[in-house]
């Protein structure tokens, strides 16, 4: 009898190496195909310059999310703030970080789709802050946009995941009606798709990614953030999916210039700034509280950041000194 199997392996063997090739053309094909254009590198440095005039207060400083903070942060010395963009039951654009009021409200609670733009003007965001925050309310998006021109601030606007229609429609609202705020707003997110669909409808916005290698996985103090042990292997494994995809082809399918990592990415070395900068992305990063921290990311990183305290030494704003 003839001994074959050498030859049927070795036709197993090109054909599979076809297959492999074939799947692999395709996948070019596709990332080239869906590929947004490259933000304009100078853009992002004409706005990071701005942002590079002092701190940006994260959540616009204390009481998060309010005009007053906003004030605050800037007699302080911020160049900037960071701030999260939600929607009102009948659509409106206002600021809140949570999906819920309670956290932060002192004389309400919901959640925030739940309430309308009305209900939610009339609540207290401000006194469980310190009574001298007493009053402060939930700005909406415009009232927002004017302190920040009013004050010379740069706007980092977060957007959550979760229904693109308001968002997309606010947006394109917002850079019509005010042209100039191109080069004063960048739009940041966790969420892949949700800038890619911004950047699809205009690539002349600038938008960031931002990053955390354990995002979903733990907390930033190392708390794991799902109890089911299903859930926390696959929060690990989407983690590390998107953390390797942002390296090799989301950041180009993006189409992004600026890259937001989280500061202990950085310091322990899972992000290289080099790397990035070599790719033609700036990098801001996140949420860098402590002198000591402070120093390294002015200093020797030469990196713009996102801090909690805008003053050094760790103090908190201090109604007496403004
Ligand atoms: C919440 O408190 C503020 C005063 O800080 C008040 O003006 C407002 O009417 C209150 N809202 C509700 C819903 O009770």
Known sequence: MEYQAPMMSLSVFVGVISILVGIWAAIIFLLRLYRLPKFPKSRVDAFLQKAWRGPVAHRGGVPENTLGAFRVSKSQGASGVEVDLTFSKDGHPVLLHDATVDRTASNGS????DLTLKQLRELDVGIKYGSEFAGERIPTLN???DVCEELDLV???ELKGGSTDNVLRTIK????ERPHLADRVCLVSFWPWMLYKVRRMDPKI???FTIRREELQYTTSGEPKNQELWKHILAGLVDRAVFWSTHTWLWEVLGISLLLPYK???LEKRIDPDLWYGRGVRLVTWTVNSDDEKTHFENVLRMPYMTDYVRRQGQRYQADTV
Do not use: P, Q, S
Request: hydrophobic residues 60%.
């Open 110 to 113: 919901g959640r925030v789709a």
């Open 143 to 145: 009232g927002a946009l």
């Open 155 to 157: 706007l980092f606007l």
């Open 173 to 176: 609202e917002m850079f019509l």
């Open 206 to 208: 600038m938008c960031g």
């Open 264 to 266: 202990g990415d950085i």
